[in-house]
């Protein structure tokens, strides 16, 4: 009897565990259809030229991730009377799941999101691959045979101008066109000036079913076959004040499709059931993107953050290199490390701040999570967050523990052979903008500048105040594109006070070692940044030319204004001078 009672309690726990397994697993079904769900409404939101309802879909569909744990985490505490803290349990639920996604289609996905719902339930701790997926349960499996296709095929057969009037034609888009033969005369140009007509007339266009949207565009998204080589080709869909559509400009090389799907760029919107497929089929245009960015790129951004874990394993692994603390000036705020051959930086909030900085830790977080949901405008890189962040001490340079025991204690755990960082982000790492100024020849100088003034003016227009605006808060990218990466002053722009500096009382007020005027704690008074920006006088120079009007309150009031009448500017994911538009006019 005893026997059979103990049969019926081992099936009892076999069927809860099952029951565990196959609730986290709907949990996941239920998360990606929303997903799905909010992806599927870009294209109305676009035709409406609903600008507003794309930044809020973007925020929502971002939260839709952690909300739907939340609810799996809730669920299993109720239905197993809180043995879903028990990590053996959790063990053997793990091994039921692993079983039910040989066949799943989102499989990939599907184990990030186990991996979410244990590090809810245990607090990020004891993260060992028998208790979550480390690594893929099936890393071969890859879907090079798609089951759908996810592109269409078109060649020009000797006439370019009809392949690509069938290509627009074919878009799923009902808003009438501005002028269409004017834009494939544009686009056929554009291909001219960059193939012959030997490689046109034998080419293959492979077109992406869907469209990918982002900020005030559409872009369609396909691929140039040639018999030797594969190229992209782009173009980005924009709205008239009239409503109606028109290519901005065509974009075929690999550098500028890079630029496009960016790191410093917001997600896509593009619908993607299988989104493994969408990488693998992206993955030929964009070479130099890992497999974590493009996940990221198409709004898959948690598993983004586990393959760019795994891809921290996998270098770890191969090499023998220390974490060394980070080139450039150390921040008052982050203590900011690497590997020297590695292409992120890893970066914890220090326990205590320097005494000029006014900011808590608690409003750091607040910081980076605003920028996480924000329209980065191809000027803020992406963060990953990860808590108890496991390193070998072997592994950790001599300067580098003193720095971190200095600076982190509160947030490091000691284990003998490994230290525990409680928290920290990892991000892309670019060249500090400094250090790039300092070994700039003229042109480069030049150019440092004025990407330098447009990244200020394009995150000024969508409503960011990067607060701290030294050089050394910023970094040069390996296409020479100026990022903002430094995040414990941002603010909304519609929250701070541009002021001129009054004239002085008396000509002593000038030579006083306090300000003659009354400064409120959100006032920024921008005549101040000619003087910490352009102490060298090449790159007063520069900036007089090119960026003065950063220089004027009125400028930043006038950007103010806009953004209070419910203006959303156009993001370019290229220079102006490539536009359509300015070609003809040039």
Request: proline share 6%; aromatic share 12%; hydrophobic share 40%.
């Given at each position: 009897m005893q026997a059979l009672f103990r049969m019926a309690e081992v099936s009892m726990v076999t069927k809860l565990e099952q029951l565990i397994a196959q609730t986290i697993l709907q949990g996941f079904d239920a998360q990606y259809g929303r997903f799905l769900e909010v992806t599927a409404g870009a294209q109305h939101r676009f035709e409406q030229a609903d600008w507003h309802a794309v930044q809020q879909a973007m925020k929502k569909r971002i939260h839709l991730y952690d909300s739907h744990v939340g609810l799996v985490g809730e669920q299993l505490k109720h239905i197993t009377d809180q043995r879903c803290f028990d990590v053996n349990f959790l063990t053997r639920v793990k091994e039921i799941y692993t079983g039910l996604l040989p066949d799943?289609?989102?499989?990939?996905?599907?184990?990030?999101?186990?991996?979410?719902?244990?590090?809810?339930?245990?607090?990020?701790?004891?993260?060992?691959?028998?208790?979550?997926?480390?690594?893929?349960?099936?890393?071969?499996?890859?879907?090079?045979?798609?089951?759908?296709?996810?592109?269409?095929?078109?060649?020009?057969?000797?006439?370019?101008?009809?392949?690509?009037?069938?290509?627009?034609?074919?878009?799923?888009?009902?808003?009438?066109?501005?002028?269409?033969?004017?834009?494939?005369?544009?686009?056929?140009?554009?291909?001219?000036?960059?193939?012959?007509?030997?490689?046109?007339?034998?080419?293959?266009?492979?077109?992406?079913?869907?469209?990918?949207?982002?900020?005030?565009?559409?872009?369609?998204?396909?691929?140039?076959?040639?018999?030797?080589?594969?190229?992209?080709?782009?173009?980005?869909?924009?709205?008239?004040?009239?409503?109606?559509?028109?290519?901005?400009?065509?974009?075929?090389?690999?550098?500028?499709?890079?630029?496009?799907?960016?790191?410093?760029?917001?997600?896509?919107?593009?619908?993607?059931?299988?989104?493994?497929?969408?990488?693998?089929?992206?993955?030929?245009?964009?070479?130099?993107?890992?497999?974590?960015?493009?996940?990221?790129?198409?709004?898959?951004?948690?598993?983004?953050?586990?393959?760019?874990?795994?891809?921290?394993?996998?270098?770890?692994?191969?090499?023998?290199?220390?974490?060394?603390?980070?080139?450039?000036?150390?921040?008052?705020?982050?203590?900011?490390?690497?590997?020297?051959?590695?292409?992120?930086?890893?970066?914890?909030?220090?326990?205590?701040?320097?005494?000029?900085?006014?900011?808590?830790?608690?409003?750091?977080?607040?910081?980076?999570?605003?920028?996480?949901?924000?329209?980065?405008?191809?000027?803020?890189?992406?963060?990953?967050?990860?808590?108890?962040?496991?390193?070998?001490?072997?592994?950790?340079?001599?300067?580098?523990?003193?720095?971190?025991?200095?600076?982190?204690?509160?947030?490091?755990?000691?284990?003998?052979?490994q230290i525990i960082i409680k928290h920290l982000y990892m991000e892309r790492r670019m060249t500090p903008l400094n250090l790039y100024m300092e070994q700039a020849n003229d042109q480069q100088l030049k150019d440092a500048i004025e990407e330098y003034g447009n990244a200020i003016k394009q995150l000024a227009a969508a409503n960011i105040f990067p607060g701290d605006m030294l050089f050394k808060n910023f970094g040069v990218t390996r296409h020479g594109r100026v990022v903002f990466y430094d995040y414990d002053e941002i603010c909304y722009m519609t929250e701070v006070n541009f002021r001129d500096i009054p004239p002085p009382r008396y000509p002593e007020d000038e030579m006083a070692s306090e300000p003659w005027y009354s400064v409120s704690p959100n006032d920024v008074f921008p005549e101040e940044f000619r003087h910490f920006l352009c102490s060298d006088r090449k790159v007063r120079h520069f900036f007089e030319e090119m960026h003065s009007d950063l220089f004027h309150a009125s400028y930043w009031r006038g950007l103010q204004q806009r953004i209070r009448d419910g203006h959303v500017e156009d993001v370019f994911a290229y220079r102006r001078k490539q536009r359509f538009s300015q070609r003809v006019l040039n």
């Open positions: 799943y289609p989102r499989f990939e996905i599907a184990e990030s999101f186990f991996n979410s719902v244990y590090c809810r339930l245990f607090k990020h701790r004891d993260l060992t691959p028998d208790k979550l997926f480390v690594f893929s349960s099936q890393p071969e499996r890859r879907f090079r045979e798609i089951p759908r296709p996810l592109a269409r095929d078109f060649a020009p057969k000797g006439d370019l101008s009809g392949m690509l009037q069938l290509v627009l034609n074919d878009l799923p888009l009902r808003l009438p066109w501005e002028d269409l033969p004017r834009d494939i005369g544009y686009i056929a140009i554009a291909l001219r000036q960059n193939f012959t007509d030997e490689q046109l007339a034998t080419a293959r266009f492979q077109i992406a079913n869907e469209l990918f949207y982002r900020n005030k565009a559409a872009w369609l998204v396909g691929k140039l076959r040639l018999a030797d080589e594969v190229y992209p080709f782009l173009l980005p869909i924009h709205h008239n004040e009239s409503g109606g559509l028109f290519i901005d400009t065509c974009l075929t090389s690999k550098a500028e499709a890079s630029i496009v799907f960016g790191f410093a760029r917001s997600y896509f919107m593009v619908y993607a059931p299988l989104p493994a497929a969408m990488v693998e089929w992206l993955r030929e245009i964009l070479p130099g993107k890992s497999t974590a960015e493009l996940y990221m790129a198409i709004g898959c951004q948690k598993h983004g953050k586990t393959e760019s874990y795994r891809e921290y394993l996998t270098f770890v692994h191969q090499s023998s290199e220390q974490f060394i603390i980070a080139p450039g000036v150390k921040g008052m705020v982050m203590l900011v490390f690497t590997l020297p051959s590695f292409d992120r930086v890893f970066k914890v909030i220090k326990d205590q701040f320097a005494p000029q900085k006014e900011v808590s830790q608690a409003r750091v977080l607040e910081c980076y999570q605003l920028v996480k949901e924000h329209d980065r405008v191809g000027r803020m890189a992406d963060t990953q967050e990860y808590e108890n962040f496991v390193i070998d001490k072997h592994r950790i340079s001599a300067e580098l523990l003193t720095e971190l025991q200095r600076e982190v204690p509160e947030k490091l755990e000691d284990l003998g052979d």
